[in-house]
């Protein structure tokens, strides 16, 4: 079973930035795209970002275009997502995703999921 990990959160002020990790345990284990989504108390899981694992190709949710990046390093077999400019309303916790299909912005596009990383912004 492949188990995805995610590092890196923690209080941060407005403005200020995080890196978030999240290393996949099996690096032979079959996904076209890795994800991130957040979760905020109360509210449904939202798409973040995403990127196809092999060209590296990227797409972001319109709310963090601009100020988050995601990258992947295959040798490590871990992905990233650099958060900058960071506001109290991206506070939620963070979750990587992989799956073995080609659609990228549903909870239910993704095989895998991580436990989640806590990120909280203050203002």
């Known amino acids: 079973q492949v188990q995805l990990v995610e590092s890196g959160g923690g209080l941060v002020q407005a403005g200020g930035s995080l890196r978030l990790s999240c290393a996949a345990s099996e690096r032979t284990f079959s996904r076209s795209v890795m994800g991130w989504f957040r979760q905020a108390p109360g509210l449904e899981r939202e798409f973040v970002g995403a990127i196809s694992w092999i060209i590296g190709r990227t797409s972001y949710a319109d709310s963090v275009k601009g100020r988050f990046t995601i990258s992947r390093d295959n040798a490590k077999n871990t992905l990233y997502l650099q958060m900058t400019l960071l506001k109290p309303e991206d506070t939620a916790v963070y979750y990587c995703?992989?799956?073995?299909?080609?659609?990228?912005?549903?909870?239910?596009?993704?095989?895998?999921w991580g436990q989640g990383t806590q990120v909280t912004v203050s203002s």
């Open positions: 995703a992989a799956s073995r299909g080609l659609a990228i912005k549903n909870t239910t596009d993704y095989d895998y």
